[in-house]
């Protein structure tokens, strides 16, 4: 996306200098993870989705563990004391001097926000000349949100904190979502006249609307088609309904796109996964990130499938199967009770129960290759690295240790010895 001029700027300020302790952990809050990824990454890679050039997060407490997760994909800002919103963007002002275009304020937990929503909010403030745009909702129960006070236009004329609220006031349904998007260079000179001057005694972002339209400066907002999007976490029991959130929403697109899900409430798909037409997807199953599904493929009940893994059309895993950083061919069933990880397994393959393969030595992890219209015995260990070529059949209860050839029959396992009359003597 790019609407603005070539020499502005959309530059993104994260809010993580929180504490957190709701939470009830060691941890940040922002390091807890939704399928896998921390809230914090989420909303960094959130940013860049929308065409941020940069990104700033404002950290402050337990800081280290943010700037593990995030690295060098983010600047930083310090927060030592926690003054209130509009003291945690002063801190960005570094970042934001001698620059012209649009500056976007997110919050580390509040990341599950469709990047949709917030190019609307950047494209609304840039083609109606606004100089801040809110994100607003409608609530039908709006306790402890700011709420958003109009004049009898429909303009926005403040933002009230609730405990600063009047009776009148906190009737409002419209509530201010703490997500923005300001003109830079209006934003800093606002930052200047905001003061403490409130029930919390902190600086509130929010008076910088007021001194905007005080100005004469046109402020707007969008208002959130879902409010599940802004949604955020303060607790283990707001991670929970937070992944529920995303897991409906990621399920509903794909049964959208032709994909059957026969339990959503019992199927975890994680992000960036790719599920053809007509694969069918049975419950308790959870596929991992990066993972690749093809078309009339079926998975599950009960398949781990883990990242890095590419399943061709007409695949079956079955009960009980788990697979991670593994290639299957067109055809291929793998119906149950089997690890498969590092391998590539050709088409039209079966491959039996208790199948394994021995992918670790201790140290580094090896790849165990299966050729096309191979059928694997129940039970066979395959210990990496290994090969086995086309037409192989593996005789059930085998530990393969040694390359086998095309057109093959593989027995590799003791002989069998029965010693008559040992319970008697026993």
């Given amino acids: 996306m790019k609407i603005l001029d070539n020499e502005e700027y959309v530059i993104t300020v994260i809010m993580a200098a929180g504490k957190g302790t709701r939470m009830k952990s060691n941890k940040s809050k922002l390091v807890h993870k939704i399928y896998g990824k921390e809230l914090v990454r989420r909303v960094a890679e959130l940013a860049y989705k929308i065409g941020s050039d940069e990104v700033v997060t404002v950290v402050g407490h337990l800081r280290e563990q943010i ?4 690295g060098d994909s983010v600047k930083y800002a310090y927060q030592d004391e926690l003054l209130g919103t509009g003291h945690a963007v002063m801190q960005a002002i570094p970042y934001l001097q001698g620059k012209k275009g649009k500056v976007v304020v997110l919050y580390g937990d509040v990341p599950i926000i469709r990047p949709e929503t917030l190019k609307k909010l950047i494209e609304k403030s840039v083609t109606s000349k606004e100089y801040a745009t809110l994100l607003t909702a409608i609530y039908e129960n709006p306790t402890g949100y700011g709420r958003i006070v109009r004049d009898e236009g429909g303009n926005i004329e403040k933002i009230v904190e609730e405990k600063d609220a009047n009776p009148l006031e906190r009737k409002i349904k419209e509530i201010n979502s703490g997500i923005y998007c300001f003109d830079i260079e209006e934003l800093l000179k606002a930052l200047k006249f905001i003061k403490p001057n409130n029930a919390q005694g902190e600086y509130y972002l929010t008076d ?55 339990d959503a409430n ?9 599920i053809g037409k007509d694969t069918v997807i049975h419950p308790n199953t959870i596929i991992q990130s ?19 893994c590419v399943l061709k059309n007409k695949v079956k895993i079955g009960n009980c199967v788990e697979i991670k950083k593994t290639t299957i061919g067109e055809g291929t069933k793998v119906p149950h009770l089997t690890y498969l990880g590092d391998c590539k397994v050709g088409k039209n393959c079966n491959i039996g129960c208790g199948t394994i393969t021995c992918n670790y030595d201790g140290v580094n992890k090896h790849q165990t290759i299966i050729g096309d219209n191979s059928f694997i015995g129940s039970n066979v260990s395959f210990v990496a690295p290994v090969k086995i070529g086309n037409n192989v059949t593996v005789a059930a209860g085998s530990t393969i240790t040694e390359d086998i050839p095309d057109n093959t029959l593989s027995i590799a396992r003791e002989r069998q010895i029965n010693k008559e009359g040992y319970y008697n003597k026993k």
């Fill in 67 to 70: 700037q593990e997760v995030l």
């Fill in 208 to 262: 910088v609307i007021k001194i905007m339209n005080d100005k004469g400066l046109k402020t707007g907002a969008v208002i959130v088609e879902d409010n599940t999007e802004i949604l955020g976490v303060n607790d283990r029991a707001q991670l929970e309904l937070l992944t529920r959130v995303l897991r409906m929403r990621i399920n509903s697109e794909h049964m959208r796109n032709g994909v059957t899900v026969e």
């Fill in 266 to 274: 019992s199927t975890y798909i994680y992000d960036d996964v790719k």
């Fill in 290 to 308: 990066n993972v690749t599904i093809g078309e009339n493929c079926e998975i599950g009940p009960n398949a781990f499938i883990r990242e890095g």
